[in-house]
Structure formats: C-alpha cells, structure tokens
C-alpha cells in the first residue's frame, strides 16, 4: 500500500482501535508496531501479533516492547527520537483538545438543562424569549468551539502524517545497502521469513541464490578499493536488472548477495541464476579515470530450494554449502545444492 495521506490516514484509522481493543499504550512505540501490522507490509510481525491476539492479556509491556525490538527497531535511532518527542508534543496538544471540547460541551449542556428549568418556572413570552435567546448564543459558541476543533484535528492529523513518513523513511534507510541501494542483510531475512510464510501459507515453491564475486580479494589488490567498489555496484547493478517482481535482490555482507525468489521452483531459479552469472561473465569493464580494462568480472552462485518446516538458517545454510561447491569446482559457474555430491553443475556456455 502506498504512502499517500489518505492511506495514511486509513491505515491510523484502522491501528488506533485495535490498540484500544487490547489495552496498548498508545505511544510511537506501540504505535509503530500496530501502524506496520495493519499495512500489512511486514508478514513475521503479523504472524507474531495474530498469535499474540488469540492470548487473553497478552499485550504486556514487555511483550510490547519485544515486538518493537525485533520488528521496527530497524529504524535510524536518532529519526525516532525525534519523532517520538514530536509525537508526544502532538499528542499532549490532542489531549489538551479534547479537554477543552469536554468542557465547552458539559458546559453547554448544564446552560440547556438550565433553560429547560426555568422555563417550566416562566411566567411570560419575553422570559421563554431571553431563556431561548441565551441557549442560541452557547449553540452558536459551542458551534464555534466545534469547528476549530476539527480545524485542529485536521492539522494534527496531517502533522502525525507527516510523522508517519518521516518514520518510514528512517526505517527504508536502515534497511538498505548504502553502496548498492540494495536490500540490507536485515532486510533479506525479513524477506526470507516472510517468503516461507507464503510458501507454508499457499504451498507454493520458494528458492533462494547466494552469489559471489570470484578472486575480489585480487580486484582489490590490483586496483585499489574504489574499483572495488565499483565492481560491487556493477554486480548489484546486474540483480536490480535481471531480478523482477515479488523477487528480493540483496547484499548479504562484502562481496556477497542474495536473491529471494517466491512462488519459484528449482529449474527457474537455476535459469535465473545462468542468466545472472552470463550477463556479469560477458560484460567488459574499464576503469573510468584510466580506461585501463579490468580482469573478467565473475560470480559463482548456489541454489537453495526451501524444505517445508525449516527455518531460515538451514536454507541459508544449504544454499551456501551450495556456493562453496560451485566455488570448489572451479568458480564461474551455478550449482543446485540437490546436486552437490552427484557431480552435476551448470558450467558456462
């Protein structure tokens, strides 16, 4: 769902009442926790918060805090600091708010009560006239008063949409490779949690790649880190074309990454990776201050196929045991881990 302010606003609509519902604080915090869970947008948090719902009174501070702690907390500390004491501001000017509304209406109506008093006790036409008169006067003050309190809200509310961005940008941010633009290593298990889910969910495939850049120790060596970087970018370049839809591309750590690949089975994750590792083996680099070329850039890489029940580790796991054969066997080249042991790989063409 996109960030407009009207999804925004839907999305608070539908947070707020079911924080109420189960006794949470509403504080950033919780607020973000509850915000993410009715986006939608993070499938482990919302397994977590359906488990924790079906528990009478499970919502305890230091499970609300948990559920922060392990799926927003990824968020730049600084930005929520200072959101959250933004947040808190609004909140006390909300409070107040509705302060005021209170007593302007039980104001209001202790003056209707009134009048509906004194007019049983009337004795003329020009005393009912002034009783109505002044109950008028605090309709239209209290009219008023209930204007430019939803003129307030609507402000507010636009203030804690602005909020809600800026909180989301913080948490994209810390989920992102600063050198790549990819996935982050926190992201991709989040992503590879949430791929299991569906795959458990819906019974449907679920693979994953792990790839890494042969001999970069000697890119380095030879051309200096920057270079280096740069061949870490063009590799990431390479995913971010080649990798489509549901799909998740990310940096797992150095010269590595990974690629998420749901609802896929073994063969078309073992196309996608010869198409990877073809289009990073035939490209011709040059550096660009001395137009000097660069050695042949290649990748091996492993394919992992998830086994139902298992966590994320384990296909990790396999998946690299996949990427060291592929590695062992002479670099440049994709192996399935079903092959490992069988002496069959995919060798280039």
């Not at 607020?31 to 719902?53: C, F, P, Q």
């Not at 409070?95 to 009560?113: I, K, P, T, Y």
Request: contains cysteine; aromatic residues 6%; charged residues 30%.
């Amino acid at each position: 769902m996109s960030n407009t302010a009207e999804t925004t606003a839907e999305l608070a609509r539908l947070a707020l009442p079911l924080m109420s519902r189960h006794g949470i604080p509403l504080t950033p915090r919780n607020y973000a926790v509850w915000y993410e869970y009715v986006s939608g947008a993070n499938a482990a948090l919302k397994e977590e918060i359906d488990r924790l719902r079906s528990d009478e009174g499970a919502f305890t501070e230091a499970a609300n805090d948990a559920l922060f702690q392990q799926f927003v907390s990824e968020c730049d500390v600084a930005a929520f600091q200072r959101i959250r004491a933004e947040m808190r501001q609004l909140l006390r000017e909300v409070g107040a708010s509705l302060l005021n509304a209170g007593e302007d209406a039980e104001r209001f109506g202790s003056r209707v009560h009134g009048a509906v008093a004194e007019i049983e006790h009337s004795s003329s036409v020009d005393q009912i006239h002034d009783l109505l008169r002044a109950v008028i006067d605090e309709a239209r003050a209290m009219r008023e008063s209930t204007n430019a309190l939803r003129s307030h809200f609507d402000t507010k509310t636009r203030e804690i949409q602005t909020l809600q961005h800026e909180l989301d940008r913080a948490r994209k941010r810390a989920l992102t490779d600063a050198l790549t633009g990819l996935a982050n290593r926190e992201a991709l298990y989040e992503a590879v949690e949430s791929a299991i889910h569906d795959a458990d969910e819906h019974d449907t495939d679920l693979c994953l790649l792990l790839v890494d850049i042969d001999y970069f120790k000697r890119v380095n060596d030879t051309h200096g880190h920057l270079v280096g970087d740069r061949v870490i970018r063009f590799v990431a370049s390479t995913l971010k074309r080649l990798v489509k839809g549901k799909d998740t591309a990310a940096r797992f750590g150095g010269e590595e990454f990974a690629v998420v690949l749901p609802d896929t089975p073994a063969n078309g994750a073992m196309a996608l990776a010869e198409n990877i590792r073809r289009a990073i083996a035939d490209a011709r680099l040059v550096r660009s201050d001395t137009r000097e070329p660069l050695s042949q850039i290649t990748v091996s890489i492993g394919v992992g196929s998830y086994r139902r029940g298992e966590a994320v580790n384990a296909l990790l796991d396999r998946t690299d045991q996949a990427l060291y054969a592929a590695k062992s066997g002479g670099r440049n080249r994709v192996t399935n881990e079903n092959a490992i042991g069988d002496g069959f790989e995919v060798s280039p063409g």
